[in-house]
């Protein structure tokens, strides 16, 4: 253990940067540098018995990137670097973008080094662009870098055996799923709505090779709620994670399931957002402190993602408020038979 392990045992890290603000785009656009400020608030709103540890954000080196990234890709974003445009349809080039992903992904990992060192009992990544989406050799859905599969293979590279990424952004993670599919020292833990952007993430995509079963999709259709999400924890993605045994648990942190968000068709509400937390960080073998840290994804209603952001920080804290959160709807038969072909696919390789 180092010298200054558990230096903070009690504190929130916290990284973020005026550099994610640069991140605009000249036309109105979802990924907008206002989701930034109402994540602050949600920081700021949150009652918490945690110190606040600000953690400085730094740029990724092309070494760091290049563990996840093609070397092509990252020449074509140094060419890209001061100048405006479109990688696709939906994500947008700044001036400044390129650099507000290098400190992005240089912030995430950050915040993984704290937690690796036991300087903090959590951390929270307040990145812009996201992350998810961006693919070893391009970027897509408003991601240019990979910035929570950038931030798992730095803690590969510093010696954790094993990462765990939970997703619950409402898109499926595909960049995040492509770099670790035959990975087994990386569990990556999906749920999203499906059919829907970007296309994959189906029940049997599990993994290849060595990594088979080391991939989880959850995918559900429209309309899933708080009851449908914390079944999926509670019956999949918790045992899973508990199995595992991760050193780290990453979570790309997207609230655009939130039944507010305009992106999207799902109805979780900021108490979901709680007992999703409670329950993930209750699944860790040997304890959440220094070990789980959430790392901004998607969220493109203001209200929700303040909101949502502050219920999941809440529900980090060490003497949270008495009494479980009231939770919202019910489970479909059509949600409970998504869940069961989900176990299905998952049972030959976990103890469920």
């Known amino acids: 253990m180092k010298a200054n ?66 070397a092509a890709y990252l020449e074509a974003l140094e ?71 950038v931030a798992a293979a730095h803690a590969r590279a510093r010696g954790a055996e094993r990462v765990a990424i939970v997703d619950w952004d409402v898109h499926h993670g595909n960049g995040t799923q492509e770099m670790f599919y035959d990975d087994p020292s990386v569990l990556y833990v999906s749920l999203h709505q499906f059919p829907f952007y970007p296309g994959t993430g189906a029940a049997d995509e599990i993994g290849s090779g060595e990594g088979a079963g080391y991939t989880l999709n959850i995918p559900l259709s429209a309309g899933a709620g708080d009851a449908v999400y914390v079944a999926a924890f509670e019956r999949l993605v918790c045992p899973i994670v508990a199995e595992f045994d991760p050193d780290l648990v990453l979570v790309s942190a997207g609230f655009d399931a939130h039944h507010r968000d305009p992106l999207a068709g799902m109805s979780v509400t900021e108490a ?23 790392l901004l994804e998607g969220g493109y209603d203001l209200t929700g993602l303040r909101g949502a952001l502050r219920a999941a920080l809440e529900a980090l804290d060490p003497t949270p408020p008495e009494g479980p959160p009231e939770l919202s709807g019910d489970i479909s ?5 998504e869940l069961a072909r989900a176990k299905a696919a998952q049972s030959p390789y976990w103890k469920l």
Not at 122 to 139: D, I, V, Y
């Open 272 to 294: 979901g957002y709680a007992a999703m937390t409670q329950r993930l960080a209750a699944s860790i073998p040997r304890g959440a402190a220094a070990r789980l840290g959430f």
């Open 333 to 337: 038969p059509r949600h409970e038979a």
């Open 5 to 70: 392990a558990l230096e903070q045992p009690s504190a929130l890290a916290i990284v973020d940067d005026p550099m994610f603000s640069e991140h605009r785009s000249s036309e109105p656009h979802p990924e907008r540098p206002e989701r930034l400020e109402a994540a602050r608030a949600g920081l700021h709103d949150a009652k918490l018995n945690l110190q606040r540890q600000p953690l400085d954000a730094r740029d990724a080196t092309e070494d760091e990137l290049s563990r996840v990234h093609d």
């Open 79 to 149: 060419r890209a670097c001061g100048r405006s445009g479109w990688l696709d349809g939906d994500t947008y080039l700044a001036p400044r973008s390129v650099d507000a992903a290098r400190r992005a992904a240089g912030g995430a990992l950050a915040m993984a080094e704290a937690l690796l060192d036991q300087r903090a009992r959590h951390g929270l990544a307040l990145l812009r662009p996201p992350g998810h989406h961006a693919r070893p050799g391009t970027g897509m859905g408003f991601c240019l870098l990979n910035n929570v599969a």
